[in-house]
């Protein structure tokens, strides 16, 4: 085996962070980016997949609507600026992806594409529609991914701000 191309345990040079616009995933924004900061020099992306029957759900009722796939970009874009990019701290880059399928399948996809060292997601999360993405979407992810996966669950997130109830 050549161990020449092997990471130090910890040395990320491609960081994915997965976001499905919840609670759960804006908290583990704060994990993915501490990881960037950390490691000057690695690329930070962003990854938000569309599940496909959400997608074609708005492509077919809301087919009035003139050039519904570029407003429904537009305002993802302007989503995902409110409440990531507009918290980045000077330094760090994020490159924004969307995706349209089956969430896991794409996550993984992206992974292999970019030769992601580290994926950072959050344990739980809701879809548009309200049905559970993250939990089933997870446990794929860290038995299929090829590389180091945190998964950051929200209830940390109530123990790091009431630290004395434990």
């Not at 499905?20 to 990854?47: I, K, M, T, W």
């Not at 507009?86 to 995706?99: A, M, T």
């Not at 180091?148 to 940390?156: D, E, G, H, M």
């Amino acid at each position: 085996m050549n161990t020449d191309s092997l990471l130090p345990a910890g040395t990320y040079r491609r960081i994915l962070f997965c976001t499905d616009l919840s609670e759960n995933a804006d908290f583990a924004f704060g994990f993915a980016v501490d990881s960037a900061q950390r490691h000057p020099g690695c690329e930070l992306y962003l990854l938000h997949v569309i599940p496909e029957t959400e997608a074609q759900f708005w492509k077919t009722y809301i087919y009035e609507v003139e050039d519904v796939d570029n407003k429904a970009k537009h305002d993802l874009d302007e989503q995902i600026a409110k409440a990531y990019l507009s918290k980045l701290p000077d330094g760090i880059q994020v490159k924004v992806e969307y995706r349209i399928g089956k969430d896991w399948q794409e996550i993984l996809a992206f992974a292999k594409e970019k030769q992601i060292d580290l994926i950072v997601m959050g344990r739980h999360g809701r879809s548009a529609l309200q049905k559970p993405l993250f939990g089933n979407v997870t446990e794929k992810i860290t038995r299929k991914a090829d590389c180091a996966v945190l998964v950051v669950p929200l209830s940390f997130q109530k123990r790091v701000e009431h630290p004395e109830k434990e």
